[in-house]
Every structure is written in structure tokens, then in C-alpha cells.
């Protein structure tokens, strides 16, 4: 049984101060400025940095190397995508778990830990293939293989993710409402 089953909605939004989502608003907002600060400078570097002067002087183990890191981040990347959510829901299952009586601020407060908790968790290992992904361009750019073969650049693309994801699930005070009720309310 749900311990917050008996929080209502209105009470839950009373005590869901702009403190409170300012402070669940920072780490994703870290978590994904540092994801775009790395990714701007790589795009600074893709910019400035010189096509080697003959592609036949392309190291063979330099392309070779990318292309091994790219098919890890690309594994990875599936792996983490089918196991955060997961990982996501157990946080909010055990938090769930009923826990005795308590007041509406203390159940807010409770819920809005397990909220963080959950999208942290999810975020995290979001930002980790991110950064693998962006790792990985910037060993390409570096080997002078991404001059010679742009298409790895398709491992920025989980950077892009996790940027979309962060910028949809932003939290305010009405997505922390849909959150509580879907996530930590009802039972599903």
C-alpha cells in the first residue's frame, strides 16, 4: 500500500514551495550544462581544428580504435536506456512502501526526496553514455579520424538525448504534481 495514497493532490501542491523545485531544478540543470559545455567545446574544436594534410596518413589503428569505442558507447548506450527507467521505477516502488502516519509537509517532503532520488538516478546514467559518446568524438577529432569520417559524430547523439530529456522533464511545480500522482500516489 502506497504511503502516499492518502496525501491529496491539493495538499501535496500547497506544500511544494518554489524552494523546493528550485532545488530539485539544479543538479539536472548541472548535470546537463556540463554535457553541453563539453559538446560546445568539441564543436569549438571541430571548428578549428585542420583535416590532416593526406587522408592515406590516416592511422589505421587510430579508425580502427574509434570505430571499437564507438560500437562500446553504442552498447552501452542500449543497455542504460532499458535499464535507467527500470532502475528509475524501483526507487519509486520502494518509496512507495508504506511507513505509518505523518503530516502533509512531511509526506511532501518525503515525496519530493523519492522524485529527486528517482530522476537523479535515471539522469545519471543518461549522463554517463553522454559523456562516453562525447569521449569518444573527441578521440576521433583528436586521431584526425573524424576529419576523415564524420559519420561519428552519430556518438554525439546521446548527448542530444540526454539534453531533450532533461529539457521535457524539466521539473516544475505542475510536472512534480503529475510525478507524485502517477509515480508515488497511485499505485501502478
Known sequence: MSRFRDLNLEAFRANVTAS???GLQIIPAALCGGVVLFAGVLFFLAGT???PPQQAALDAAGVATVRL????HFVLAALVYVAAPLVENAVYRRGRESQGE?????L???ALGIIQTARLTRLAMYEGVALMGLVVCFVAM???VMAAHPVYWVNAI????LIGYVVSTFPNRDRLAEVFQARLQNET
Not at 569505442?69 to 562500446?72: E, I, K
Request: hydrophobic content about 50%; cysteine-free.
Open 142 to 144: 583528436s586521431t584526425n
Open 158 to 161: 546521446t548527448a542530444a538525448l
Open 108 to 110: 511532501t517532503a518525503q
Open 69 to 72: 569505442l564507438t560500437l562500446a
Open 20 to 22: 523546493r523545485v528550485r
Open 102 to 106: 505523518s503530516s502533509a509537509a512531511l
Open 49 to 51: 581544428h585542420a583535416a
